[in-house]
């Protein structure tokens, strides 16, 4: 299922870079999230967008920014990257029955 | 505030023995419950929703707003049930809160 692309796959950086993870889909939704997935702490919802010019935080949006640049695209960025934002990104989009969901970025910041 | 509160983050079965994996939730209005699935090197997918109250890969799940759970059952489980499985609540605003997870596995 690539109708939810999620790039790059895998990034390792250090700390205090500034990091873009793109998401992209052919699905049409308006509404798009992103979740960082951690073992024993299941997914967490970082930003969520409704449509190009609606932006919610979520619940842990410390560090973290978001751009809507059109319905079909949502960049998740970490301005100045620190080691407990390793973890493995989900995209997803919605059409208000479920969630579509990319196939993750996983993040590693040394 | 909405919740959901995935009791057991670990679980295993035997083939063959059924299977349920709890999940309790705390919302104050009228919710929407699902189960999303995630095997092995895969993107996470739904399973199932309870409004649908439908059967899918033999999983079932009843939402029971008295005990506010909505536990997911299988009664013989299967090895290519192996995975993480997570519980998530929807509420008015469409935002979508998930559990911890649990992972299941079932053994040959």
């Known amino acids: 299922d690539a109708d939810v692309t999620q790039t790059p796959r895998n990034r390792i950086t250090k700390t205090g870079k500034r990091i873009m993870l793109e998401c992209s889909q052919t699905?049409?939704?308006?509404?798009m999230y992103w979740y960082r997935q951690d073992p024993g702490l299941g997914l967490r919802l970082i930003y969520y967008s409704f449509d190009v010019k609606d932006i919610n935080k979520g619940e842990i949006s410390d560090g973290y920014s978001v751009s809507r640049q059109a319905q079909a695209k949502f960049s998740l960025s970490l301005e100045s990257a620190i080691p407990n934002q390793t973890a493995l990104y989900f995209c997803?989009?919605?059409?208000?029955?479920?969630?579509?969901f990319g196939s993750g970025t996983q993040l590693s910041v040394l | 505030a909405q919740r959901v509160t995935q009791p057991e983050k670990l679980l295993s079965v035997f083939k063959g023995a059924p299977v349920e994996l709890k999940c309790n939730y705390s919302?104050?209005?009228?919710?929407?419950l699902f189960w999303y699935v995630q095997y092995s090197r895969q993107r996470l997918q739904l399973l199932l929703r309870?409004?649908s109250r439908e059967s899918i890969k033999g999983f079932t799940a009843d939402l029971n707003k008295g005990e506010t759970s909505f536990h997911l059952k299988k009664p013989f489980a299967q090895e290519e049930d192996s995975a993480m499985y997570y519980c998530a609540l929807s509420g008015s605003n469409y935002k979508l809160t998930f559990g911890k997870g649990t992972l299941l596995t079932v053994n040959p």
């Open positions: 699905k049409g939704h308006d509404r």
């Open positions: 919302y104050s209005g009228s919710p929407e």
């Open positions: 309870h409004i």
């Open positions: 997803a989009t919605s059409d208000r029955e479920k969630l579509f």
